[in-house]
């Protein structure tokens, strides 16, 4: 084979006539077939603008799976039975696969199948994830911002209920814990609802809905754009403005709680601030039996609540 001699896949093996020759098996023919029109950039795994496009999927499922300003989540298999309980309108539940099913897991899916919450399975990995790997047994219940009622509207349904008006303020409270703690006391001792600044002030986030128990379902809280005018208001509508503070010039044991008023609660660091100090009626301190010199705040607005039932059961 004249010209052809050093190709070694044309060289028929010695001996044979027509036998098997060294080839490419095909490969060099395919690889002159055509392969059809060339894929879009982003479907082609290691081009950059594939990997920008797998980047930013999953920085979507990231977001998804995080709490934002738009939703709360609520952990604990307590918190969430009495949120459900309390008709909280929540939009998820979420259960953790492999979650041990107690009495409250069991009521807690069957509230949520009454109301028509969606209930979702979800991995362990996934609900630590949307909960900051906080305490969650399990359980998670998704809710919608808080509605926030406005401080007139508060105060004209406190006045039209038959019993006194009883409203509470907070002042420099900036703990969710606190306010869902104090707005779980005014629900058990018959108030109508709880006054928050705008600004500077803790919100009713998933904690606070996790430490009123779902107390913040049945009790209204308004915000105020400012506390002080709002006092007035308030003031102006016939209610006694009342301090707490452990700095008071009267104590506990001299407060007439039988009359409509308002218990601004300040924080247990700063206490009242100066403007809101200067509009109250009365500036009242708890008397300490022991060497404790101040109450937590939602502590000294429980036992001040407890006192101002008592006297009106009475």
Not at 28 to 34: A, D, H, M, Q, S
Not at 263 to 283: I, Q, T
Request: glycine content about 10%.
């Amino acid at each position: 084979m004249a010209g052809n001699s050093q190709r070694r896949g044309a060289v028929r093996k010695p001996g044979t006539k027509k036998g098997p020759t060294v080839g490419s098996g095909g490969v060099r023919r395919r690889g002159l077939e055509g392969r059809g029109a060339t894929p879009p950039a982003a479907q082609r795994p290691h081009h950059p603008a594939a990997k920008k496009a797998r980047a930013a999927k999953k920085a979507q499922q990231q977001r998804s799976n995080r709490r934002t300003d738009d939703t709360e989540l609520v952990l604990g298999r307590n918190p969430v039975l009495e949120c459900l309980r309390a008709k909280v309108p929540a939009t998820a539940l979420y259960i953790a696969l492999g979650t041990e099913a107690d009495e409250r897991v069991t009521e807690s899916v069957q509230l949520a199948a009454d109301s028509g919450i969606s209930i979702l399975e979800v991995p362990r990995t996934d609900l630590d994830r949307m909960s900051a790997h906080a305490l969650h047994q399990g359980l998670g219940l998704q809710v919608p911002p808080y509605s926030y009622a406005h401080p007139d509207d508060l105060l004209a349904a406190a006045k039209a209920d038959g019993a006194p008006a009883l409203l509470v303020a907070l002042d420099n409270i900036s703990d969710p814990r606190n306010l869902g703690a104090i707005v779980r006391s005014v629900a058990a001792f018959a108030g109508h609802g709880v006054v928050i600044p705008q600004r500077r002030s803790a919100s009713v986030t998933a904690v606070a809905w996790r430490t009123s128990a779902g107390a913040a379902a049945r009790v209204p809280v308004a915000r105020a754009t400012n506390l002080t005018r709002t006092l007035k208001s308030c003031a102006d509508a016939g209610l006694q403005i009342v301090g707490l503070d452990a700095s008071g010039d009267t104590t506990l044991d001299e407060l007439e709680g039988k009359g409509p008023m308002v218990v601004v609660v300040g924080s247990e660091g700063k206490g009242l601030s100066r403007l809101v100090r200067e509009n109250c009626d009365a500036v009242v301190s708890i008397p300490m039996a022991g060497p404790t010199e101040s109450l937590n705040a939602s502590v000294a607005a429980g036992v001040v609540l407890a006192e101002i039932a008592r006297q009106r059961r009475s």
